[in-house]
């Protein structure tokens, strides 16, 4: 079986891992999103000046870098228009990738979420600033891993980031401070399954909770409520591999906070012993003898 990996870099934990697991049930290829041509014909067939025809995948598991995102993108999408199966669909990855796609698809279905908004200019951000109860948090639309963000407390502070977000013509995604005592909970979701939860604690000094910014993972059991919203999230947003995060506000409980579509899972996998690499192969392996 021929499990391509859309992805540049094998470098990370998390690709290093699905690549492996790959190998042991079959040929993992490293399918590098730099170096492919993507063709139409009259069959709507498609084509790849790389190492082999794209049509010889099985099953290609996307797991591009932000900085090739457009073109990964597009590259998932031929891909599922060829016929040959995906985890996750693109139209998945972009509602994730978006901190507002997503913020819009848990509203649809009234999933509990902190307070959000977005906006461009920075006249435009600071009239929305005036509007919400501080601290607030700036984050950049598509970031990832905790980058990006910052958190502010006063109109001085955001009248600063708003300048600077606004410098790079890019629209800000503001949202409310949740106070979640420095900890919050990543549930990962493969093939609809819960198949591991952990406790993220921030480090002293730092109100960020994020494996790769330094801080701790542990082992959780998530309780029936985060459960509940851990698979109504990935169902709304039809995520075959979806990393949930959840915050306890002291008030209004249970909120969702984020999908993430590309898992880093080596934190998650130190902290449960769950192979987590193997769990996304096996669903890739399923859906490509579907």
């Known amino acids: 079986m021929e499990i391509g990996i859309l992805r540049s870099s094998f470098k990370s934990y998390g690709a290093k ?10 040929k993992g290829v490293k399918l590098d999103p730099r170096h492919l041509c993507l063709i ?7 084509h790849s000046i790389y190492e082999k025809h794209l049509g010889a995948f099985d099953v290609v598991i996307p797991r591009f870098l932000t900085k090739y995102f457009d073109f990964g993108l597009l590259a998932t999408q031929h891909i599922e228009n060829m016929g040959i199966p995906v985890v996750n669909s693109a139209a998945a990855i972009k509602t994730c990738k978006n901190k507002y796609l997503t913020s819009l698809a848990l509203q649809r279905k009234r999933i509990p979420q902190p307070l959000s908004a977005i906006a461009l ?24 891993e905790g980058f990006g963000i910052t958190k502010i407390s006063n109109d001085g502070d955001a009248k600063d980031w708003a300048q600077t977000f606004a410098g790079f013509h890019k629209p800000i995604y503001i949202q409310e401070f949740i106070n979640h005592g420095g900890e919050d909970y990543r ?24 494996f790769s ?22 169902e709304t947003v039809k995520t075959d591999v979806c990393g949930v995060d959840i915050a306890i ?42």
């Open 187 to 210: 549930v990962v979701v493969v093939g609809g399954k819960i198949i591991a939860c952990i406790k993220r604690v921030s480090k002293k000094g730092s109100w960020k909770t994020n």
């Open 121 to 144: 200019h920075s006249k435009d951000i600071m009239e929305v600033v005036k509007h919400l109860p501080k601290p607030l948090v700036f984050k950049a639309l598509e970031g990832s």
């Open 213 to 234: 910014q330094g801080n701790v993972a542990k082992l959780h059991k998530p309780d029936k409520e985060m459960q509940e919203l851990a698979l109504k999230c990935t």
């Open 249 to 290: 506000d002291k008030e209004k409980g249970h909120l969702v906070i984020e999908l993430n579509q590309f898992i880093g899972f080596k934190g998650t996998e130190k902290a449960t012993k769950k192979n987590v690499a193997r769990e996304i192969v096996k669903l890739a392996v399923k859906k490509a003898k579907q």
């Open 40 to 46: 139409l014909d009259k069959k709507l067939d498609g």
């Open 17 to 26: 891992r699905i690549l492996e697991e790959a190998n042991k049930v079959g």
